[in-house]
């Protein structure tokens, strides 16, 4: 699983693969400090998007 690490220090951000159980240590690569989990993403993906109404017509909305 890909995950987004960021420098606190040089705000440098790298994404890195590893297990979703594995909290594994990484140094900045500009500066030598421990990078932080960054959750604000690098990348914005395109995936499953639910837009308008019609999803709930076609049995997809909750409790249906």
Same mark, same amino acid.
Do not use: A
């Given at each position: &699983?890909? +995950?987004?690490?960021?420098? =606190?220090?040089?705000? !440098?951000?790298?994404?890195?693969? +590893?297990?979703?159980?594995?909290? =594994?240590?990484?140094?900045? =690569?500009?500066?030598? &400090? =421990? &990078?932080?989990?960054? !959750?604000?993403? &690098? ?22």
């Amino acid at each position: &699983m890909k +995950h987004d690490y960021k420098c =606190p220090e040089c705000n !440098f951000v790298e994404e890195k693969s +590893h297990k979703i159980n594995e909290d =594994p240590e990484y140094s900045c =690569p500009d500066c030598g &400090m =421990p &990078m932080k989990k960054y !959750f604000g993403g &690098m990348k914005k993906t395109e995936g499953f998007v639910l837009r308008g109404n019609s999803w709930e017509r076609d049995g997809y909305q909750r409790g249906g």
